[in-house]
């Protein structure tokens, strides 16, 4: 049973598209900083950064801050190397996260420590959250540099609490929203928000576009947890039910557990064990989702952070920029991958 989104706008399907189409050309320079940047003598580390960075990603926060900067009439470069920075913070959470979890799908493609092992993935990872400071003090701005490594750090503390609270299904939906808060929406919100710092916009424009951007990062991973019962390998580019089988306490499973009957609560804590979460339990997992409405209600709750991140754009003038940027919300509710 797959379940189905209803964007903000249902008269029509949202598209990354105009977001893209509007920042192709800063994207390329932010592409051959990348590029330049992850090369190292040490030929494992552009080897394995490249594995990842080539594969397939939307590279939606660096378009973020382009995309903010657009909307801000910013005529300037430093955000290319800015938004470059932003996707090796993202990158080398990535590497990390793989290893943590024992990941063998990334966006449809062994991930690096499947083919080159835990130890290179951790050491490649750290690499590139070194290359992403090197940028930052290269822009020269502290304001900028206090924004990112602060964000690099909460990202961190997200990660360890998302680990600690594994498994535990008494978490409650508050906990769960500050962890997907600090792992997730932390960089989203970072992204948006430097964009204004390098245009020299008023605090007050600074705080919009840092809300919208963390509203927007807690309703992609909102989605992110839904479509992990109801989604496909192809589709999602990694297996169904991962987060199920690694014993991850989404919000959907927090709201089944606390809406279930004791007999329910006993299911969920056996299979949230690891001791049964084979394809049997999955299944009966998913179908105890949609009995309790927890996947529709996770969307719901997606759509309504949604909503605060399009309203968070009001403050700015109307635009072709923030038109593609009210859109981008849209599709990261409406969208199946």
């Given amino acids: 049973m797959t379940a189905t989104v209803v964007p903000l706008r249902p008269d029509r399907v949202p598209s990354l598209k105009p977001l893209m189409s509007l920042v192709a050309a800063g994207m390329n320079d932010v592409n051959r900083v990348i590029l330049d940047r992850m090369q190292s003598p040490v030929a494992l580390i552009p080897e394995l950064a490249g594995h990842l960075i080539a594969g397939g990603g939307k590279r939606l926060r660096p378009m973020l801050t382009l995309g903010c900067a657009a909307a801000l009439d910013y005529a300037g470069t430093r955000h290319h190397k800015l938004a470059a920075c932003v996707e090796f913070i993202h990158t080398a959470t990535l590497l990390h996260d793989d290893v943590v979890d024992g990941s063998d799908l990334r966006r449809g493609r062994a991930t690096a420590n499947t083919i080159w092992g835990n130890a290179p993935s951790v050491l490649v990872g750290d690499f590139l959250f070194s290359r992403s400071f090197e940028l930052m003090v290269e822009d020269g701005s502290l304001r900028v540099l206090k924004i990112l490594s602060h964000a690099s750090a909460v990202i961190a503390e997200g990660e360890v609490a998302q680990l600690t609270a594994q498994r535990m299904v008494e978490t409650t939906e508050d906990r769960y929203l500050e962890i997907i808060s600090a792992k997730t929406a932390a960089l989203f919100a970072a992204a948006c928000q430097i964009a204004a ?70 299911f969920w804590r056996h299979a949230m064990s690891g001791r049964a979460n084979g394809e049997a339990e999955l299944a009966e997992a998913t179908a105890r989702l949609h009995a309790t409405g927890a996947i529709g209600d996770t969307h719901a709750r997606a759509r309504l952070y949604g909503s605060r991140a399009v309203d968070a754009l009001a403050l700015l003038p109307p635009s072709a920029a923030k038109a593609a940027l009210a859109e981008t919300v849209e599709f990261a509710i409406a969208r199946a991958y």
């Fill in 197 to 266: 710092v390098v245009a020299e916009r008023e605090a007050r424009v600074e705080a919009a576009l840092e809300a919208y951007g963390r509203n927007l990062g807690i309703a992609f991973q909102l989605v992110d947890d839904a479509i992990d019962y109801v989604s496909d390998a192809a589709t999602m580019g990694k297996d169904t039910g991962d987060d199920f089988r690694d014993g991850k306490v989404t919000l959907p499973v927090i709201l089944a557990y606390a809406r279930g009957d004791e007999a329910a609560r006993r």
